[in-house]
């Protein structure tokens, strides 16, 4: 628990909440460890892909910005249109 209380946010508290409410919709199909298990690997899951997006972002800026969506051009590629 001390690595989740160390990167905080003030939006985690939406992603824990309805991780929440995910287990306790998984507790009555397997046991409440199994369902903690599984929140616990989303949550960080999400922490992961949250922060990995997040540093892909911070690398686009410079780049330039899509002329048909706006958003910011990574590796010449819009993100949005070019997937
Ligand atoms: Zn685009």
Redesign the pocket.
């Given at each position: 628990m001390v690595l989740i209380l160390l990167n905080f946010e003030k939006r985690d508290i939406v992603l824990i909440v309805g991780l929440l409410l995910f287990m306790i919709g998984l507790i009555p199909f397997m046991a409440p460890v199994y369902a903690a298990l599984i929140t616990l690997v989303m949550y960080f899951g999400i922490k992961f892909y949250v922060a990995k997006r997040r540093k892909s972002i911070e690398k686009d800026i410079g780049e330039g910005i899509?002329?048909?969506?706006?958003?910011k051009v990574f590796n010449k590629k819009?993100?949005?249109?070019?997937l």
């Open positions: 899509c002329v048909d969506c706006g958003s819009c993100p949005n249109c070019d």
